[in-house]
């Protein structure tokens, strides 16, 4: 199994700027795409990056110039920073890896989500 822990969230003021954190641990035998959604009250999951384990990323047209997704393979982390935030970005967000567990066969995991509100 993998277990996926982000931190980072919390309350900002508009135009302020946060870092989420994922770390991805167990028997973990490779990873391949790692990303960041985000689900607002009474609206679905929504992607709002990912990165291969190349490099390549792709943003929601939403955040892009404002948010930045990069990831350490070494420490099977990924991060989210994000700056110029606005009300809108309001949400839980959540942190996704495609993974390939010893024994088992690959698959998307979840992190349990973290609260980024942002305040007008």
């Known amino acids: 199994q993998v277990q996926l822990v982000e931190s980072g969230g919390g309350l900002v003021q508009a135009g302020g700027s946060l870092r989420l954190s994922c770390a991805a641990s167990?028997?973990?035998?490779?990873?391949?795409?790692m990303g960041w959604y985000r689900q607002a009250p009474g609206k679905q999951r929504d992607m709002v990056a990912i990165?291969?384990?190349?490099?390549?990323?792709n943003y929601a047209d939403s955040v892009k110039g404002r948010f930045t997704i990069s990831r350490d393979n070494a420490k099977n982390t990924v991060y989210l920073q994000m700056n110029s935030l606005k009300p809108e970005d309001t949400a839980v967000y959540y942190c996704n890896a495609y993974a390939w567990v010893v024994g088992r066969n690959s698959r998307d995991y979840w992190g349990q989500g973290t609260q980024v509100t942002v305040s007008s």
């Open positions: 990165i291969t384990s190349g490099g390549n990323t």
């Open positions: 167990g028997s973990i035998f490779s990873i391949g795409a």
